[in-house]
């Protein structure tokens, strides 16, 4: 009986395999490769620099407008400018990850989840060193799917994932909710960014991600991190803003970046398909999230 179309890993092309040397078995993870070059070449990049860890980071808050989406497309693109080699996982419903940059695929994140697509298949690039895995509106069915899971519901997206390589970091920019597939990201991700509008609900809603961290530190016993907190529509003309910052700092202490101040070219960006390094890079938009990015790289680098 012959098997179904897979795509060569090494390659990229389309191809029905035909014998043993065709398969890899990686842990849980299945890779194929269409020839015998293709498979030393895909075994090479193993033993090669994208062997190394990759460091694996979830822009998460469980309140929707905290400019999780902007901090996730901004900080990933000024990322892969300084040279690391990114993937951006769009893990929300809205798809506005792929809107932002300009990019779509057929499949995307609902297929590796559901259907046990080849992640490393599924992403498109967007620009250099910057690779993207889409999502749509099917992610809100693949909640469905995870219940309906027996045993393993928790850890899907990491056992799928598992295989993933030739990445310097892989970010997801995660729903505003606590999600199955949420769940799944915090057990599969190393470290957890938080962006947090400046205002007082913005601080109660800080409290919840927390305990859902720390649920799963608990629980399911997946040592996940806070690696920092971004106060976003930070305005200096408000005193509710200043009074945020200073919250935050006083319960995080040196986790706490410097805030992303109002701009109207960052609300500009996404409707031209750029990030704002590539719309404005004088913008203080920029500036700002340059400084992020910089912030973030001193902190993972040590640990990879």
Request: net charge positive.
């Amino acid at each position: 009986m012959s098997l179904p179309a897979q795509t060569c890993a090494a390659c990229g092309a389309s191809f029905a395999p035909a014998y043993a040397y065709q398969r890899i078995a990686m842990g849980s993870a299945v890779r194929w490769v269409c020839s015998e070059g293709c498979r030393a070449q895909f075994s090479a990049s193993l033993k090669g620099p994208s062997a190394k860890p990759v460091y694996k980071l979830a822009i998460l808050n469980q309140k929707g407008g905290t400019g999780k989406t902007t901090s996730s497309v901004n900080i990933a693109a000024g990322m892969a400018a300084a040279g690391k080699r990114v993937l951006l996982i769009d893990a929300d419903s809205q798809g506005h990850v792929g809107i932002s940059l300009g990019v779509s695929a057929e499949k995307g994140l609902y297929h590796v989840v559901v259907e046990g697509a080849d992640p490393a298949a599924c992403a498109v690039r967007a620009r250099e060193n910057l690779d993207v895995l889409c999502g749509d509106e099917r992610l809100a069915s693949a909640d469905i799917f995870l219940a309906r899971m027996n045993e393993g519901r928790d850890r899907l997206l990491k056992e799928r994932m598992a295989a993933l390589a030739g990445y310097d970091i892989i970010m997801v920019d995660c729903g505003p909710s606590l999600s199955l597939l949420n769940l799944n990201i915090l057990t599969y991700v190393d470290a957890v960014l938080v962006p947090v509008s400046c205002d007082y609900l913005s601080l109660v809603g800080v409290r919840q991600i927390l305990k859902t961290i720390q649920g799963v530190n608990e629980r399911l016993g997946h040592p996940v991190k806070i690696l920092g907190v971004l106060p976003t529509f930070y305005d200096t003309r408000n005193k509710i803003s200043d009074e945020a910052v200073q919250s935050l700092r006083l319960h995080f202490e040196g986790r706490v970046l410097d805030p992303i101040r109002v701009n109207t070219r960052l609300k500009e960006a996404p409707s031209h398909k750029k990030s704002i390094f590539d719309y404005d890079p004088d913008s203080r938009g920029a500036e700002d999230y340059r400084r992020a990015v910089k912030w973030i790289n001193a902190r993972i680098e040590p640990a990879g």
